[in-house]
């Protein structure tokens, strides 16, 4: 691979040649701001937050989208830097409202962030304001585009993740909105509901409806697992608060999907609360099942299953197995049927 050395803040740098000013400075342990930036979406340059100085380039321009070249010096903390990201974070929030402190997306907000990082608490520019309503018609997210900073994340991904080309932009200047095409309620529009664009949205302009009012985002603890509802083997995150289920996280390190979701795997985890879910082991007695503790419901299978193997021999069991479970989880049955049972009669749903 080709590379390209480069200097940012003085420091001599490698990157691949036709790599970004922002992923060189990534490589080297440099972090820039950035809004409208993904490293699963197509680079835009919309936000300009990630502006930086390069010697002899009297602009400042957008890293994210600037190719590096040999012998570059690219400075990300100039004077003119700094102002220039202040400048924009004021342009930002002057048509933002300032609900941090209700705000559902407070902690994981990008914005919020980076106006702490920059001292910024309000905009010195006036001007006529958004008003719109909020969304609330899908069954999963909450859309309110008095938040959306336009950094077009939501377009992208709803198109490159998904590819179901659901939102769009709409209407020009300061009426300019993210939104599904003819502007129409999510509900309304050909929204799958996989929840992408909840997943890239840097600010509160979209939530997830189940989580709103649960908790902020530092009370919430992640644990990673796999989605049930099919063979892909999907990994997400379960959002806990005070040990319940709240809702579901995307993992960027997930190996087999990254951030991607199906509307199952990110909006259908309410059945673990169902009412009608069994929560305890049931064993029949005199033709009726009662409640029994594990350790009382394993000692009966292990009983019964040797009395049947005893009796019949192996080849009387057999094991069959789901594509819901995981492959470690399938890997142990057969082992259970073919190292204990002593038979290989093992069968898959998915086989065909």
């Given at each position: 691979?080709?590379?390209?050395?480069?200097?940012?803040?003085?420091?001599?740098?490698?990157?691949?040649?036709?790599?970004?000013?922002?992923?060189?400075?990534?490589?080297?342990?440099?972090?820039?701001?950035?809004?409208?930036?993904?490293?699963?979406?197509?680079?835009?340059g919309?936000?300009?937050?990630?502006?930086?100085?390069?010697?002899?380039?009297?602009?400042?321009p957008?890293?994210?989208?600037?190719?590096?070249?040999?012998?570059?010096?690219?400075?990300?903390?100039?004077p003119?830097?700094?102002?220039?990201?202040?400048?924009?974070?004021?342009?930002l929030?002057?048509?933002?409202?300032?609900?941090c402190?209700?705000?559902?997306?407070?902690?994981?907000?990008?914005?919020?962030?980076?106006?702490?990082?920059?001292?910024?608490?309000?905009?010195?520019?006036?001007?006529?304001?958004?008003?719109?309503?909020?969304?609330?018609?899908?069954?999963?997210?909450?859309?309110?585009?008095?938040?959306?900073?336009?950094?077009?994340?939501?377009?992208?991904?709803?198109?490159?993740?998904?590819?179901?080309?659901?939102?769009?932009y709409?209407?020009r200047?300061?009426?300019?909105?993210?939104?599904?095409?003819?502007?129409?309620?999510?509900?309304?529009?050909?929204?799958?509901?996989?929840?992408?664009?909840?997943?890239?949205?840097?600010?509160?302009?979209?939530?997830?409806?189940?989580?709103?009012?649960?908790?902020?985002?530092?009370?919430?603890?992640?644990?990673?697992?796999?989605c049930?509802?099919?063979?892909?083997?999907?990994?997400?995150d379960?959002?806990?608060?005070?040990?319940?289920?709240?809702?579901?996280?995307?993992?960027?390190?997930?190996?087999?999907?990254?951030?991607?979701?199906?509307?199952?795997?990110?909006?259908?985890?309410?059945?673990?609360?169902?009412?009608?879910?069994?929560?305890t082991?049931?064993?029949?007695?005199?033709?009726?099942?009662?409640?029994?503790?594990?350790?009382?419901?394993?000692?009966?299978?292990?009983?019964?299953?040797?009395?049947?193997?005893?009796?019949?021999?192996?080849?009387?069991?057999?094991?069959?197995?789901?594509?819901?479970?995981?492959?470690?989880?399938?890997?142990?049955?057969?082992?259970?049927?073919?190292?204990?049972?002593?038979?290989?009669?093992?069968?898959?749903?998915?086989?065909?």
């Open positions: 691979m080709e590379m390209v050395n480069l200097y940012i803040n003085g420091k001599e740098v490698g990157a691949p040649a036709g790599s970004t000013i922002l992923q060189a400075a990534e490589l080297a342990g440099i972090q820039i701001p950035r809004l409208c930036y993904d490293p699963d979406l197509s680079a835009l919309a936000c300009r937050l990630c502006v930086v100085e390069v010697k002899g380039n009297r602009l400042l957008a890293s994210c989208v600037t190719p590096v070249m040999p012998g570059m010096e690219v400075f990300t903390e100039s003119a830097v700094i102002e220039a990201r202040r400048t924009i974070l004021e342009l929030v002057a048509n933002h409202p300032l609900d402190m209700t705000c559902d997306k407070l902690g994981d907000c990008k914005l919020a962030d980076y106006c702490y990082q920059y001292g910024i608490k309000e905009s010195p520019f006036v001007g006529e304001k958004h008003d719109y309503l909020c969304d609330d018609s899908n069954p999963f997210i909450i859309r309110d585009l008095n938040k959306c900073i336009l950094c077009g994340a939501c377009v992208r991904a709803c198109e490159e993740m998904t590819g179901q080309d659901n939102l769009s709409l209407y200047g300061f009426d300019r909105k993210a939104t599904t095409a003819g502007d129409v309620p999510y509900a309304e529009s050909d929204c799958v509901f996989c929840g992408q664009c909840v997943a890239v949205c840097p600010t509160g302009a979209l939530t997830e409806k189940t989580m709103a009012g649960q908790a902020r985002r530092w009370e919430i603890d992640r644990v990673r697992t796999t049930p509802f099919c063979g892909t083997g999907c990994n997400f379960l959002a806990l608060k005070d040990g319940k289920v709240i809702g579901v996280l995307s993992n960027p390190e997930s190996p087999v999907n990254g951030r991607s979701l199906c509307v199952k795997g990110r909006f259908g985890w309410d059945y673990i609360y169902n009412e009608k879910r069994l929560t082991p049931l064993i029949k007695k005199n033709g009726q099942f009662e409640p029994a503790s594990w350790d009382e419901a394993y000692d009966l299978i292990a009983a019964r299953f040797n009395e049947i193997k005893n009796e019949y021999g192996p080849e009387s069991f057999a094991a069959l197995s789901s594509a819901r479970c995981t492959n470690e989880e399938n890997y142990l049955v057969q082992k259970f049927t073919r190292a204990y049972m002593g038979t290989n009669n093992v069968d898959h749903c998915a086989r065909t």
